[in-house]
């Protein structure tokens, strides 16, 4: 699995996981930002969270084209992690004001715009060599199941860091407090409402019952705490930066654009030249795969909003059973290590490395029992925790999808990578109708605003992973591959643009993802919100595979 990959592919993975770790800390608990500090509806939050997301995928087309004319990749990525770096800052500092705020977004969104695309064109780049050319897809999972490692522990670092200045002020986080504090300091709360407020007062350390004092306090510290969160990303880019450059002597070959290339050989690219009809046809065909990205990242990108409210809102605040080993990350990590293991237990060429790897297996097994254990038979769950099981589900699962689509290249059978993408699009639609279904008994957001916007029924959260599992399946369909046929069938002088027009699409489709949340808050079933979701990825895989024989066609 990890053999017969140019060793660039590493220290490039490593670079992105530093600042995806970052990335998605600040993520995972942003929504929730919004409304403790703001006091903002679910529709306002997530409209902002959406525009912000769209201009982190958006702003990867402007770097493709600065890249492509003038910088370079190389240069492009740096400077992109010195301008998130001080975005980052501004995020960091307590008491922002909104206006401060969205400046700071802007500025971590122009500085992923510069840095994303351009890193993931390099990658492409290394497999341009013929001796890794047919390794291209799994090079692309291998480096999608790295950025992944740094997202599955940011969601228990935001939670940690929040639970630590909270305890510091003699409070611990309850999710329906901001929004009942919000609503008392303006006036608009309800007598139940406020009945609620003053019995989750009382329970907390502080001790404080003046309803006021406590909401103002509650909603400083909470939001304070969000900040100093929020600037774990500076250490994950300065970590970064030095794997980047310390490591450049093992992706320098492929740090060109077509216009380097030029001055460096006297010729107009190394690869061989397209006609202007062959390069119409790559764009178009990649034009209408960014038409299918749009409508899956639409979907798939709720799990910072309407996903993340729903664990709030609707899904116990605590968890019992087996299902426990899953919320301690260290526990997660284990068991992708056993995963690793095992297959290295099949694929090892040697006794010896097969030995190794039975030994390792055998130690996570044994590290688990006793974790599990010794863990409290009910442990309180924060709503951001969830996000960790979509990074873990692909660091896992990447072995095993790796594994699958070899063993159908052995056969003649395997799948093409447009092929890949609709099916990815119809199991995302299975991702949501789990959601619809057990959402189908339950009260709409709407009803539930007067006592705070809690569910007096949570379900169970095996409901919420499971459907991050669905979806993650979708995913590893999806995403990885969607890239790698952006640096296969990208004419050489587009491939900045190209790979920043694949981000583009994503970027379109995280601005969609506030419809959901408009529709959040209207007066309708909760399971029409996912039933919007199904609809668009049928609709998305359907469109894909009638397009199936022309997007093939533009791969040869």
Known sequence: MFKNHPKGLYALALANTGERFGYYTMLAIFVLFLQAKFGLSSANATTLNAIFLAAIYFLPLVGGIIADKWLGYGKTVTLGIIVMFFGYILMAIPGMGIIPLIAALFVIALGTGLFKGNLQVLVGNLYDDPKYKERR??????????IN???MFAPTAATAITNFFLKKAGLFYKADIPALAHQFIDGTITAEGTAELTKLATVQPVGLTDLAQFSHLYIDKLSEAYNFAFGVACISLIVSLIIYLSTKKLYRHADYNSKQLAAQTNKTVVEPELTKQQTRERVVALGLVFVVVIFFWMAFHQNGGTMTLFARDYTQSFVEGWTRIGFNVLNLALI??????????????????????????????????????????KIDILPQIFQQFNPFFVVALTPFSIAIFAWLAKKGKEPSTPLKIGMGMLI???????????????????????????????ISPN????????????????????????TKVAPPKLKGLMMGGWFAATGIGNLLTFVPGLLWEKDIPLWTVWSVLIACCLLSAIFIFSILKRLENATK
Do not use: C, N, R
């Open 149 to 151: 490692i740094g997202a």
């Open 463 to 486: 409901w919420l992973i499971s459907t991050y599992l669905v979806l993650t399946f979708a995913e590893l369909f999806l995403s990885p591959m969607g890239i790698s046929f952006v």
């Open 137 to 146: 897809d799994p090079g692309f999972s291998l480096f999608y199941m790295a």
């Open 336 to 377: 992708a290590v056993g995963v690793y293991a095992l297959f290295s237990i099949f694929q090892s060429a040697t006794a010896k490395g097969k030995s190794i790897s039975g030994i390792v297996l055998a130690a996570v097994a044994t590290l688990l029992v006793w974790s599990y254990s010794g863990m409290a038979e």
């Open 428 to 458: 995302a639609a299975i991702g949501f109708g789990i959601l619809t279904i057990v959402s189908s008994g339950l009260q709409s957001p709407h009803d539930l605003k007067s006592v705070g916007g809690v569910s007096p029924d949570p």
